[in-house]
């Protein structure tokens, strides 16, 4: 795959005898360079304090690295909410049914999720925990923000992961069912928080409609923990997300309807009309286990691991802060020819061969980004106006100092054992030679899957070739006469 890679562009005739030469100009000679002699530097690094409040998904889990040797253990912190105007019966308070003497029988947890890490054959096992307290609507949560536990809703409760509806019809259509978790019912699982909110607060209010500082008071959110090992789940923002409160009622002469439900949501608030529920992901990724290489990242951000130690593989994950860090000693091979030579950089290629079958704990991300470092293994930022704006490599034809567009190393999935990241780097490069970036030269790069501005969160990982990362250089320059 390797060689593959790497002849691209190679042709009977050698490309450093091309040239261009008009009359009356000076002749331009061009060439392309792997720096072979001076090949780049890989190792792993660890991150901590990601962001992953208000992403696309939440995660609950923990589960084994079958890679890195690693515990991994994922928890949900989120807000409770409702519809800011109710419009069905199952949104109506018990309250409303005071005379009819409401009884509660069952709560479930409902929660849609899409994303399966390790087993999916297994039932996997969450504790539902109300919070001591709201969450802060100032404060920023990230991977390593946690908050206090309050009184527990109900520990350990086992679900099933692949409930499905099959199409009967046709095997080729189902749909996948929420993960089930059932908080109380009569008879077999008890739960004292659930019954003192019931009895003492949705039955008793005397309005309408509860406010959101009344709900905050009585049940200030929930925290979602693995109870069991070997799976983790990545939850969407599915309006089918809530807890849903079944209960009975009297029936009376102009009422015959003795069921009723009502519900809290934490999904997206697209369907609910009011304000976003607040919510984040803490993710606690222990390296420290026998047998790991890894071990010496735990705790210490400036710490690296060479790839040399580590099968020859480096790592970079959305979600646990693994990533990979560059030294590109080619780019000062560059900066320094640039002093006496004025090269025209025509195309900059970074090429990051994949490991292949690699997948199968956890699915290779779409893309990565490419960070400037410093030599504390931070990234480097830069002042936009008066926001300090993470230095990352832009893409071609903008400006270094443009933020908001940052080249995505695209994955190509060419067979089944050749697969590699690419995207290119040119305007950066050009840049990087003339002195022209945006503050001090990186001490290195960071190679990784998470954009810090972006949406999204998952679990997902590239395992790295690390010995063949290459930046490919084609550029310019004025032959001497």
Excluded at 109 to 125: E, H, K, M, T
Excluded at 338 to 349: C, G, K, V, Y
Aim: proline share 7%.
């Amino acid at each position: 795959m390797t060689s593959a890679l790497f002849s691209l562009g190679s042709c009977e005739e050698d490309v450093t005898d091309l040239g261009v030469n008009l009359p009356g100009t000076t002749p331009i000679s061009t060439t392309y360079e792997d720096f072979a002699a001076t090949p780049i530097q890989a190792s792993t690094v660890l991150q901590t304090g990601l962001p992953t409040a208000l992403k696309d998904h939440y995660i609950v889990g923990r589960l084994q690295d079958g890679n890195t040797r690693g515990q991994l253990e994922a928890k949900a912190f989120l807000q409770l909410t409702q519809l800011a105007s109710p419009t069905s019966l199952g949104d109506l308070l018990p309250s409303k049914y005071a005379a009819q003497n409401p009884r509660l029988d069952s709560v479930v947890l409902f929660a849609g999720f899409d994303q399966v890490y390790g087993s999916a054959r297994d039932n996997i096992s969450i504790s539902v925990y109300n919070l001591a307290q709201p969450l802060d609507e100032r404060a920023s949560y990230n991977s390593a923000s946690t908050v206090p536990l309050g009184q527990p809703v109900r520990t350990a409760i086992p679900a099933l992961i692949n409930r499905v509806i099959r199409n009967k019809a046709g095997n080729q259509d189902s749909i996948l069912l929420p993960l089930r978790l059932p908080l109380k019912k009569t008879g077999t699982e008890s739960s004292p928080f659930v019954d003192d909110f019931f009895n003492n607060f949705l039955k008793t209010t005397t309005s309408e409609r509860i406010t959101d500082q009344q709900l905050e008071s009585k049940w200030p959110g929930i925290a979602l923990l693995p109870a069991s090992s070997g799976t983790a789940i990545g939850f969407n923002r599915s309006p089918a997300s809530k807890i849903v409160f079944y209960y009975r009622v009297t029936p009376t002469a102009t009422d015959t309807m003795t069921r009723r439900t009502y519900n809290l949501y934490f999904n997206d608030p697209g369907t609910l009309g009011n304000a976003s529920p607040r919510y984040f992901t803490n993710i606690n990724y222990d390296l420290t286990g026998a047998g790991s290489p890894f071990g010496v990242l735990q705790g210490n951000s400036t710490a690296e691991v060479p790839f040399i130690n580590s099968g020859g593989t480096t790592y970079a994950q959305e979600g646990t802060g693994l990533a990979t860090k560059l030294v590109i000693p080619g780019l000062e091979t560059l900066r320094i020819r640039q002093q006496t030579e004025n090269l025209i950089i025509n195309r900059a290629e970074l090429i990051i061969p994949a490991r292949p079958y690699s997948t199968g704990q956890f699915s290779a991300p779409a893309q990565l980004y490419l960070y400037e470092l410093g030599s504390d293994n931070s990234v480097l930022t830069y002042l936009n106006g008066v926001t300090p704006t993470e230095r990352a490599v832009q893409q071609d034809g903008y400006s270094v100092t443009t933020a908001g567009k940052e080249e995505p190393f695209v994955l190509r999935d060419t067979s089944a054992t050749s697969k590699y990241y690419t995207g290119l780097m040119t305007s950066y490069v050009q840049a990087y030679a003339k002195n022209q970036l945006a503050g001090p030269l990186p001490a290195a790069f960071l190679l990784s899957p998470t954009l810090r501005r972006g949406g999204t969160l998952s679990l997902n990982r590239a395992a790295l070739d690390a010995s063949n990362i290459r930046l490919r250089v084609y550029y310019s320059k004025p032959a001497a006469r």
